[in-house]
């Protein structure tokens, strides 16, 4: 797996937290939200084009990925 709470796979990505997205207005569009953090703006440069992001990625449904940042 690419990351989870108890250990991260890729060594910049600083924390990871996810859980079910619960939106009160009803725009439950995305079903899993994943909420990263970097230390530097290098840090997340380096995450994008990481082998397990890539295919982290695909592992994801497509509406999912629709609204990948």
């Known amino acids: 797996m690419l990351f989870n709470t108890s ?3 890729i060594k910049e990505i600083s924390s ?8 009160p207005e ?5 079903h899993i939200v994943f ?3 970097f230390n530097s703006r290098e840090d997340k440069a380096i995450y994008l084009p990481h082998t397990d ?7 994801l449904p497509p509406i999912q990925r629709m609204f990948w940042y």
Not at 16 to 23: L, R, T, Y
Not at 26 to 30: A, D, E, F, S, Y
């Open 7 to 9: 250990g991260i796979k």
């Open 53 to 59: 992001h890539k295919v982290f990625r695909t592992l």
């Open 35 to 37: 909420f990263l953090t």
């Open 26 to 30: 009803g725009l439950n569009k995305v």
């Open 16 to 23: 990871c937290e996810w859980g079910i997205n619960k939106s």
